[in-house]
């Protein structure tokens, strides 16, 4: 669906509404200490989980042929460093902080994905 959707009206407003909604459960793990609250806030991300392919299918747009294997390389790096760094830095964070830090550094990434998806992406 919101593949289809993408293709009608665009990309980007599809891959910015998709990380804000992904940023919602790190929100609400900062302002709530419900874990009821929190795992219906993931089950509600569900959708997003379709930034991933449409982050290939913009990549795919905007890069020629030869340098699309590349651009797909550098997503997937990507990925791949956030599940290395992402616990390790929430460690770090837990550790000297406390939990809530781990929370609040999460909702702040998680919000400034989408303000560089509308400033910096084409």
């Known amino acids: 669906l919101c593949g289809a959707l993408s293709d009608a009206s665009g990309r980007r407003p599809f891959l910015i509404a998709a ?49 699309r294997a590349a651009a797909f390389s550098f997503i997937l790096a990507g990925v791949g460093l956030s599940f290395v760094l992402g616990p390790a830095v929430g460690f770090i964070l837990d550790m000297a902080f406390g939990t809530a830090a781990v929370a609040v550094v999460a909702t702040v990434s998680g919000l400034l994905i989408p303000v560089f998806g509308f400033f910096a992406v084409a």
């Open 19 to 67: 990380s804000l909604v992904s940023a919602v459960p790190n929100l609400l793990l900062v302002l709530t200490e419900s874990v009821v609250v929190y795992q219906w806030a993931l089950a509600f991300t569900g959708w997003s989980t379709a930034t991933f392919s449409l982050a290939f299918a913009f990549v795919s747009d905007l890069t020629k042929d030869h340098e």
